[in-house]
């Protein structure tokens, strides 16, 4: 049996917020437009880019959206020349990744994120030879649209009733489970117990430690 523990990246492996929202400030400005408050931008991590400005926005036209994401991108990218991207690996999360794979799991990520950003901030961490197939916005349609993870379970070779879904969001949740896979809400990322549970959660994890018991959990009751 191929077991796959599919990751979201923002808020579930690393704490990025304040990057992400440094970067939507800048990209607002750009716009002239009011800066988002950052508790509405924690709102909306995890989407793809024009999905999120156009939450944050939706006032604006498709156009306005498409160069708004384009400005977010390069204001992420002068942050990162600046040495200003801090993305840190929530306390726990290596160990964590080591008992799966240890245990037979094979491991993914889906996120918000594009290929480019996954890979940054992968390799920054040691992490990219962990993962057999990586997932990103600017491959697929945005969350909670299921592409990703079908693909994922494609890739891995694994079936859904044998693949679960790790993430901080309803959105992720909500993947999941139009996918047929199993989720796992996680209590340290930027949406709360409550929405995670109502967008599909089976379980909600308060550290990263207690993730590989109920993975097993999960897989064992089908």
């Known amino acids: 049996m191929i077991r796959l523990a599919l990751f979201d990246c923002d808020g579930t492996l690393v704490d990025s917020l304040s990057s992400i929202c440094a970067a939507m400030e800048e990209c607002f400005a750009a716009s002239a437009l009011p800066v988002p408050p950052r508790q509405a931008t924690r709102r909306v991590v995890g989407l793809s880019l024009v999905e999120a400005v156009r939450t944050l926005h939706p006032e604006g036209a498709p156009d306005l959206h498409r160069a708004m994401a384009e400005d977010y991108k390069r204001a992420f990218q002068r942050l990162r020349a600046r040495s200003q991207v801090d993305e840190p690996l929530f306390e726990g999360m290596a160990d964590t990744l080591d008992r799966l ?100 959660a089976d379980r909600v994890a308060e550290h990263p430690a207690d993730l590989p018991a109920l993975l097993e959990e999960l897989i064992s009751v089908g």
Request: hydrophobic share 45%; with cysteine.
């Open 101 to 200: 794979a240890d245990t037979g799991w094979l491991l993914g990520v889906a996120t918000g994120k594009s290929s480019r950003g996954l890979t940054f901030c992968l390799d920054h961490h040691g992490l990219t030879q962990r993962f057999v197939t990586l997932q990103t916005a600017d491959l697929h349609p945005s969350k909670p649209h299921p592409a990703m993870a079908l693909n994922a379970m494609a890739e891995a070779g694994a079936a859904p009733g044998d693949s679960v879904v790790i993430g901080d969001t309803g959105f992720d949740m909500a993947m999941a489970k139009a996918a047929g896979m199993h989720a796992i809400g996680v209590a340290w990322g930027y949406h709360d117990r409550a929405e995670l549970l109502a967008q599909g």
